[in-house]
């Protein structure tokens, strides 16, 4: 059975930090694509982030890109976002997602991945 499950959320300041994580379990090894996706209240999900699982290249959204860092550990099955420099529009549950048939030109399409976790609400607020 497969089984993600995010850690990491809470409620920031602008400016602030924070570091999200997410354990998978039932689908492991290097050919497995985990990536990081987020839905803000009334919006639709959108692409976060994510590590390319044969090169380890990184690709990020625009809205993200320089503050928000991606790693991964194959061993351990975990893929973990460090955000910096939070914004209030950072605001949203985050969802980490993976397959194990992903092609490079899906990477950003959320319907393309079979498995997603519970997601972890992260709040940016004053």
């Known amino acids: 059975q497969v089984q993600l499950v995010e850690s990491g959320g809470g409620t920031v300041q602008p400016g602030d930090s924070l570091r999200i994580s997410c354990v998978a379990s039932?689908?492991?090894?290097?050919?497995?694509?985990m990536t990081w996706f987020r839905q803000a209240p009334g919006k639709e999900r959108e692409f976060v982030a994510a590590s390319w699982r044969t090169t380890g290249r990184t690709y990020f959204a625009d809205s993200v890109k320089g503050r928000f860092a991606i790693s991964r550990d194959n061993r351990k099955n975990t893929l973990d976002l460090q955000m910096t420099s939070l914004k209030p529009e950072d605001t949203a549950i985050y969802y980490c997602?993976?397959?194990?048939?992903?092609?490079?030109?899906?990477?950003?399409?959320?319907?393309?991945?079979?498995?997603w976790g519970q997601g972890t609400q992260v709040t940016v607020s004053s």
């Open positions: 039932g689908l492991t090894g290097s050919g497995v694509s």
């Open positions: 997602a993976a397959s194990s048939t992903l092609i490079l030109s899906s990477l950003r399409n959320g319907a393309a991945y079979a498995y």
